[in-house]
Each structure stands twice: as C-alpha cells, then as structure tokens.
C-alpha cells in the first residue's frame, strides 16, 4: 500500500545521504575549481584569494596570495549587519592598493538556494565603505584631490542588485557612519589609498565579467558555484552536483581539509567512488601523524606584534619547531592535539602547560594558566628576552595570554614599563586596543569570547586576586604532568 509520508521521508533521507557524499563533495568542487580559474585568466594582474574557510576549497595554492580573507557570513545576515573591529581585514589593504590600486578578487561560496553569499553580498559591501569613509576621515584631503580628477571620494555603499532589497540596503546604508567612527578612532593604522573600494560580483551565471571603472579600486567577489535545477543536469558526468560543496566540511569530509584535498588533489579525483572513503582515511590519519604535521609547519614562524617592538610574539605550537630562538622565552599552552610536542631542553626558557577542553578549559585559564603565564612573561622580560605566547591554533589562548601580557607590562606607547612596574591604566578601553594591536600584526586571531571576558576578568580584578597564587590543575593524562618549566642554563 502506498505510503507517501513515508516515501517522502525515504526520499529526504537520499537526498541528504547524497549531499553528505564525499564523492559527490569534492568532484562538484572539482567543477567550481573551473569556474574560479577562468576569472584568474581573465583578471592575471590581480591578486586572487580565498574567504576562508569555504573559499580555500575553490582557490588553487598556486595562483592565490598568501593573504586570505576573514570575511563572516554572519556580519552579514539580516538584522545581524556588523563591522567588527575583532575581524577587520585590514591587512588586505596593502595588498589592495599595490600596483596602483589594483584590487583584489576574493573567492567564495554558498548552498543552494542563493547566487552569492551574505559574506560577498554584504558583509564585503560594508568593509568597502566602512573603509572609504574611515579613510576620509583621517585623511580630510581625500575629497579635494578627488575633486580635481572630477569627482569626489566616494563613501558610497554597494550591494548587488536582485541580491539586497532596497529595504536592507538602506538599514545597512543608515548605519555605516556608526561604524566608519569607530574604525577611524581605532589605534588601527589606515593607509592613505590612491582610490576608494568599489565591490563588484561575478558568479558563473553572470552573463560577462564586470569591467573595473576607472578612479576605484576593484573588489571583484567571485561565487564559485553554480545554481543548478535539480534532476539530470544536476546529476551529470557520475556525481550529483552538490552546490556550495565547500561549505561545512566537517559535516562531510570525514577529516578531509583544504590543504589535504589540494595537496591530493588529482589521486583524489581519480579515486572510485568505493574506495574514495578508505583513502581519504589513510590521508588523514597520515597528516594527523605529529612528525608530519611539525615538519609541515615548520616554515612558518611565530607572528612578533610590531607596537610592542616585537617583544611580544604569538604562533600555535606547530609553528614551534625549526623556529626556536635564543633570545625568547615560550609559553606554549598545549591541548590534546599537541600535548606530546617535543621542547628542546637546555638553553631556552619555556613555560609548558597543558590546558584541559570545554568549559573547564576556560575555568583553568583564568586561575591556573594565566597567573603563571603571567608570572613567567614578567621574569623574562626583564631579565631581557621577548615572550611568545602559543596554544594549539595560535588564535585563542596565545592570543589571551599575549594580550594580558601587553595590558600589564606595555604603556600606551607600546614601550616597556620600568623595571618591575606594571601598567596601572587597566579599562576595557585599554585592553580593546592591545587586542588591536595584536590583531594589525596577526590578523588570524580570533580569541573566543569567552577567553576575551577570562582576560578582562583577570586585568580588571583587584590587584589583591591577580597576585594570588596559581591554582594548579590535573593533567588529562596521567602519564604526562600539568606542566613542565625551565629556564636557560
């Protein structure tokens, strides 16, 4: 007998099994990929990025800048419009204005049902002219020498038609001032930028690539999927066409990640469909090997933060090995995935701790991590050295301790209190510009919030509670100790 609700849950539960497919996944990426690298031939002299995370997917390593984008799709959505001063992007505009302004193009996409992103429809759209106006107002000049190129510096917003309502365009439009201050009164340095930003769209419907107009700097924000009616020509070529594949890959790619899937690419896509599980697999447990990962991060180096004349540095932990310095003290604040990494012993000065997941997590890094962090980074700057400070990401908790670290042992000017002072001027003010700072030189940190309001809790108790002495936590493993400390022989 027929059963309709229960062959309409048979046929949601297909559908859904089919969008999770791995196979299905990674060759409609495959078809993207194509997409994106005909914009780069049609635009070779400017510089093409990812959005992380999603846009890592569609964006080849070897024509992409190593300078991604932090655009959130979140700071976008609707009633939730943002600029945040935690994720600001500033370190594109170097990037934007070389060569004259030649712009950018930012590689993104988005599931079904949409051309574009709320990161590339909005949240790009405001950066833009959040930006243009920020500008204007630290350079005052900008209108007059547009002026005499005939026209004045646009602060304008722009959104894609079809994609914003008129109505949401001007809720956005009627709060672009509010944000434009804050930025222009932030300790953020602006370059003086030869044109204003101008946003521009291209997805692979778009009936011709859009021509840059002369006076503005380009940012042209590529879709790289396509939308794809459902039936047969969403199931051609052996794969069902998966729009935004790339979005939400822990829900689907089994371990497997951007940088794996690229370094694999072409073993990958020649893998069947029954064996494709089995070796991504392998992939995956090869890469989680620790030997592996250390010697494949082992290029890059702890980021030093320039207003404080690089005395302070932050960096994950796998961007310890191959990069330790004489001259520098760590705090290296490991969890589960590196806990076994291996500290040098003898002459350097390093300061381990083991922090434990979750909420506890967050419990230990306010009475047991940072007291003693913030001990040890006060011995060793005075005894000379510079501190870094590095945790499992380098984005959260060395970016909690390091910002800790600046609030008590940094003036406002950057410089170095005195022997044995400490920075009295404790607001949140104060400690909103350290993160500033820290994020102009690093700008993948992205503390959570609850290890922001941990740090505050920390600088703005009595001076009585900061001075209390650690409360030692229990490590997860009982083989291994919390901690371990040494100092240079």
């Known amino acids: 007998m027929f059963n309709a609700h229960r062959e309409q849950n048979e046929a949601l539960a297909f559908l859904r099994k089919e969008s999770l497919d791995v196979f299905n996944r990674i060759h409609s990426i495959a078809q993207d990929i194509l997409f994106v690298n005909q914009v780069h031939a049609a635009y070779p002299d400017i510089p093409i990025l990812p959005n992380l995370r999603c846009g890592a997917w569609y964006t080849d390593p070897a024509i992409a800048t ?73 350079f005052p000049s900008k209108n007059a020498a547009s002026a005499g190129l005939g026209n004045e510096w646009d602060t304008a917003l722009y ?9 949401e365009h001007a809720q956005i439009a009627a709060r672009i001032d509010k944000w434009a201050d804050a930025l222009a009164a932030s300790s953020y340095s602006l370059p003086d930028l030869p044109h204003p930003l101008r946003p521009m769209w291209l997805t692979p419907a778009s009936g011709a690539l859009p021509v840059p107009p002369p006076g503005y700097i380009p940012v042209i924000c590529v879709s790289a999927s396509r939308v794809a009616a459902d039936g047969a020509q969403r199931r051609e070529g052996g794969f069902a066409y998966i729009q935004g594949s790339g979005d939400d890959h822990e829900l689907w790619g089994e371990g497997l990640t951007p940088t794996l899937f690229w370094r694999h690419r072409q073993t990958l896509l020649e893998a069947d469909r029954a064996e494709l599980p089995g070796m991504v697999a392998r992939l995956v447990a090869h890469d989680a090997d620790a030997v592996v990962r250390l010697q494949d991060s082992s290029k890059r180096a702890p980021t030093p933060i320039t207003r404080v004349r690089s005395r302070i540095l932050v960096g994950a932990v796998s961007d ?40 506890k997590g967050q419990f230990q890094f306010l009475q047991d991590i940072l007291p003693r962090a913030i001990d040890f980074a006060r011995a060793q700057l005075k005894a000379g050295r510079r501190v870094c400070a590095a945790c499992d990401t380098g984005t959260d908790f060395s970016v909690g301790v390091a910002l800790a670290a600046m609030q008590l042992f940094f003036d406002d000017e950057g410089e170095l209190c005195e022997t044995d002072a400490t920075n009295t001027n404790l607001n949140k003010d104060s400690i909103r510009t350290r993160l500033e700072w820290i994020i102009a030189s690093h700008p993948a940190a992205n503390p959570s919030r609850t290890t922001l309001k941990r740090v505050n809790e920390y600088l703005l108790s009595a001076r009585e509670l900061r001075a209390r002495p650690a409360r030692p936590f229990p490590s997860q493993n009982s083989a291994n100790p919390p901690s371990t400390s040494q100092s240079p022989t």
């Open 320 to 359: 310890l090995p191959g990069n330790w310095q004489q001259d520098t003290a760590y705090i290296v604040v490991t969890g589960l995935a590196t806990r076994d990494v291996v500290i040098p012993t003898g002459s350097l000065a390093v300061l381990q701790i083991e922090a434990w997941a979750g909420k």
């Open 66 to 138: 190593d300078c991604p984008a932090y655009f959130k799709s979140t700071d976008g959505h609707f009633s939730n419009w943002s600029f945040n001063l935690r994720r600001p992007n500033l370190h594109l505009l170097p990037l934007v204005a070389a060569n004259d302004g030649a712009g950018m193009v930012i590689v993104d996409s988005t599931r079904a049902g949409k051309r574009l992103p709320d990161a590339l429809s909005k949240t790009v759209p405001i950066w833009c002219a959040v930006v243009n106006r920020a500008i204007l107002r630290r």
């Open 159 to 167: 959104t894609p038609p079809g994609a914003v309502s008129a109505q």
